[in-house]
C-alpha cells in the first residue's frame, strides 16, 4: 500500500480527492490537510509515500513546501494554474493534474507513481516455488503450483484452473490469500477475479488474455499490468 496525504485550501477539492483515494486498491490515506503547516505536521509523525498537493495555498504555497523537505514524498500536483506545470516538474514531481480532473486521468496519475514508489523499494527475496494444499469437500488436495494456469475469484470461493485437470478445483479461498501463495513474478493480475499464470499466456487480445483457446478478461483497472507484461522491463 501506499500511503498518501492530500494537501489543498479548498474544503470541495479535498473531498474529492479523498473520494478519488479510496477508490484506489493500492492508496492508503493518511490525512487530508488543508494547508502546508498541517502537511508538515503530518509527515513529521507518520510515514507518507506519495502526495497529492495544491501550490496555491495561504502563508506557504505548495512548491515552498517542497522546497523545505529534505527527504520529499512522490509528489503529483494539483492546481487550476497551467502555468506551474514547468515549475513542478522542476521538482520532479510524478504527475500535474489540473483542475477540474477526471477519475480516469487522476487513476493514471496514481498507477504512475505505484510504477515509481515500486522502483524505489529494495527487491523481495527471491523464494522458491512452493506447492500448496487446499481444502476441497473435506479433502486436503495439493495443488501445483507449475500446473496452474490461471485463478478465478468468485465472493468467498475461487476456482483453481489446472493444465492436467477438465475441471477446474473449487476451494473456499479469497484472491488474496491464495496470491500470498503464489510467486508474484509468475502471475498477473487482469482482473479483480482474475490471476494468470504468465507463462500460460499464449496471446493478449485488446480486452483479454488467451491460454489456448480459453479466453480472460482484461480490465481497465489492471490493463496496465497486461501492457507492461507485454512491452517488457523499460531501460
Known amino acids: 500500500m501506499i500511503r498518501c496525504i492530500a494537501v489543498d485550501d479548498e474544503h470541495l477539492v479535498r473531498e474529492l480527492l479523498e473520494d478519488s483515494i479510496r477508490q484506489v486498491p493500492f492508496l492508503e490515506l493518511v490525512a487530508t490537510c488543508k494547508n502546508a503547516m498541517e502537511a508538515m ?16 495555498m495561504p502563508r506557504l504555497n505548495g512548491l515552498q513546501l517542497l522546497q523545505s523537505l529534505q527527504r ?29 480532473f477526471s477519475f480516469e486521468r487522476f487513476l493514471k496519475a496514481c498507477q504512475r507513481a505505484g510504477d515509481l514508489f515500486r522502483l524505489q523499494q529494495p527487491p523481495a527475496p527471491a523464494r522458491a516455488i512452493t506447492d500448496f494444499f487446499v481444502n476441497v469437500e473435506y479433502v486436503q488436495v495439493k495443488i501445483v503450483v507449475a500446473d496452474i494456469e490461471y485463478i478465478e475469484g468468485l ?19 479469497t484472491m488474496k490469500a491464495v496470491a500470498e501463495k503464489l510467486p508474484a513474478e509468475e ?33 481497465d483497472f489492471f490493463k496496465e499490468n497486461v501492457t507492461r507484461l507485454v512491452q517488457g522491463p523499460q531501460n
Open 41 to 56: 505536521e503530518v509527515m513529521q509523525r507518520e510515514q507518507v509515500d506519495l502526495m497529492f498537493l495544491d501550490i496555491q
Open 72 to 100: 520529499p514524498p512522490l509528489v503529483i500536483l494539483v492546481t487550476a494554474y497551467e502555468k506551474y506545470a514547468l515549475e513542478g516538474y522542476n521538482f520532479q514531481v510524478v504527475d500535474y493534474l489540473l483542475k477540474p
Open 187 to 219: 502471475f498477473v493480475r487482469t482482473h479483480k477475479s482474475y490471476l494468470v499464470a504468465v507463462k500460460k499466456i499464449t496471446s493478449v487480445k485488446r480486452d483479454l488474455v488467451c491460454i489456448g483457446e480459453k479466453e480472460i478478461p482484461v480490465s
Open 155 to 173: 465472493k468467498d470461493y475461487i476456482k483453481i484452473h489446472l493444465s492436467s485437470a477438465a475441471r477446474p478445483i473449487l476451494t473456499r479461498m
